[in-house]
């Protein structure tokens, strides 16, 4: 399959909020539809190149940026999408998003930036909101043994949790407390589940469990947060469900962890 790209424009955010969309990009080079910055500017003497010449297929603009007044005043080229986060978006823009910026959402909307392209093309009669097909390759063959993915897990829970799970039969459980380690087992190994601390800020946790479902499309795919939790305020709950949804989580459970609540997903295995 022909890899496609997503150019984006970013305007604006923190150095934190660029890190964490520069890891965004990085993820997406394992599928087959990618996203990649957009920079305008050429060498001087610099061969040009044709994507050097095609405008971003998104501006991804700061709401809150000196430089988003210039996003209310110009008009958009063709085919462009603008995605605004924060206060104040202008009556043409494509999406809306709020802070605390979910990461999984803006890989959501950059999806449907794609199946929209392709919509208008006449390639594909598509429903924008929903993530367009990926087809991800590993490096090797799935294993026979059924295989646990532990992301972002303290002590107490990596030990409940791996007990369970091997009652359960899945008695190989990898642990890991990095978003490198584990887009690096993502590329080796197949996954029968995969449990995710979605409170857990150090870690892209959000991209991570969307890429998580994307490779290993038959497994089962756990969320865990304090915002799941019945003293957990209304709309706290309201948007981890929605959220989790949109990563490709099937359960979302409230922590600290219910033996009952979690075994009865884990028996599904």
Not at 74 to 92: D, F, S, T, Y
Request: hydrophobic letters at 45%; charged letters at 25%.
């Amino acid at each position: 399959m022909h890899k496609q790209r997503i150019f984006v424009s970013v305007v604006g955010f923190s150095d934190v909020e660029r890190h964490a969309l520069n890891t965004v990009f990085r993820l997406s080079e394992e599928r087959e539809l990618s996203y990649a910055p957009w920079v305008p500017l050429i060498a001087p003497g610099a061969e040009v190149s044709p994507e050097a010449n095609r405008i971003a297929d998104v501006a991804l603009v700061d709401g809150e940026s000196a430089e988003a007044v210039l996003s209310h005043a110009k008009e958009m080229p063709p085919g462009q999408r603008l995605i605004w986060v924060g206060p104040g978006a202008p009556a043409h823009a494509w999406r809306v998003l709020q802070r605390p910026i979910q990461w999984a959402s803006v890989l959501n909307d950059l999806d449907a930036v794609f199946a929209a392209r392709q919509a208008d093309s006449g390639y594909l009669d598509l429903d924008v909101s929903s993530p367009a097909p990926l087809d991800v390759e590993l490096d090797e063959p799935a294993p026979t043994a059924k295989r646990a993915l532990l992301v972002g897990m303290d002590p107490q829970e990596r030990k409940h949790l791996c007990s369970r799970l091997a009652q359960a039969g899945v008695a190989e459980a990898d642990e890991v407390s990095s978003t490198e380690t584990a887009v690096a087992l993502l590329r080796r190994n197949r996954y029968s589940c995969g449990v995710f601390n979605l409170d857990e800020h150090q870690l892209d946790v959000w991209a991570l469990a969307r890429l998580f479902a994307d490779k290993n499309p038959q497994a089962l795919v756990m969320g865990i947060s304090e915002h799941a939790s019945p003293l957990a305020t209304w709309w706290s709950r309201h948007r981890v469900k929605r959220d989790t949804r949109r990563a490709g989580i099937h359960a979302l459970l409230a922590r600290p962890l219910q033996p009952r609540e979690f075994s009865q997903w884990v028996e599904r295995l």
